[in-house]
């Protein structure tokens, strides 16, 4: 099983709220992952959890704030966000070692009004 | 700065029609070669990885093989549900991915 589960599947949110992103994996995986991805874009990385600690931030605004409250679990919290930052927001999770090989869930479709 | 280029942009294909695809890539220390397949909406799945030059895996009507600068997805004989965009990743040492921007692949029944 190489699931990775995101929730919700679409959010629609307007520039003053605070929302928060799920991802959640059972593969025992110790490295978690998001990336965001505009249309017709590849995946762009965003922050990297090793063992439940941020170990790469890749100079994202502080209104995007990750979390990993544990080794199953990834949050991304969201607050004063701007309409650019629609797009799709992929989690994945993937061993540490030599067969890094990184899972990616459905993703989160966000829409910034 | 590690570098990934695929080409062609776009892939109009007939069912049956054998092509390939092609990611040329720049890195410090290649950890490996990623190829994924991802449907509109939907994230990127996992096909094949490649650690080392002259590797070769396949899967179905896939065969991802490496060199020392370039791998190719050869897709043989493609069906319908073989329309996707397919994305190659390169892996460094950090473990960070850098992908490509892809080539979508339709084919026509």
């Known amino acids: 099983d190489t699931e990775v589960t995101q929730t919700p599947k679409h959010l629609v949110m307007g520039m003053t709220n605070k929302k928060s992103l799920k991802c959640e994996q059972h593969?025992?995986?110790?490295?978690m992952y998001w990336y965001k991805q505009k249309a017709k874009k590849p995946p762009e990385l965003m922050f990297v959890?090793?063992?439940?600690?941020?170990?790469i931030n890749e100079s994202v605004p502080s209104r995007f704030s990750p979390e990993c409250p544990n080794s199953s679990l990834l949050n991304l919290h969201l607050h004063a966000l701007q309409p650019e930052d629609s797009a799709l927001y992929l989690c994945?999770?993937?061993?540490?070692?030599?067969?890094?090989?990184?899972?990616f869930g459905a993703g989160t479709r966000l829409s910034v009004l | 700065e590690d570098q990934v280029t695929q080409s062609p942009e776009a892939l109009r294909l007939q069912e049956g029609e054998s092509s390939s695809l092609n990611c040329s890539y720049t890195?410090?220390?290649?950890?490996?070669l990623f190829w994924y397949r991802q449907d509109p909406g939907k994230g990127p799945e996992f096909l094949f990885t490649?650690?080392?030059a002259g590797e070769e895996k396949e899967k179905e009507r896939l065969k991802a093989t490496l060199t020392k600068k370039e791998s190719f997805l050869h897709i043989t004989a493609p069906k319908p549900e073989d329309s996707a965009t397919y994305l190659c990743?390169?892996?460094?040492?950090?473990?960070?991915?850098?992908f490509g921007a892809g080539t979508t692949v339709t084919v026509r029944a």
């Open positions: 994945a999770s993937s061993q540490l070692g030599n067969k890094n090989i990184q899972y």
């Open positions: 593969m025992g995986h110790r490295a």
């Open positions: 959890y090793s063992y439940e600690k941020l170990s």
């Open positions: 890195v410090s220390g290649l950890r490996g």
């Open positions: 490649l650690y080392s």
């Open positions: 990743a390169v892996q460094a040492f950090d473990y960070k991915l850098s």
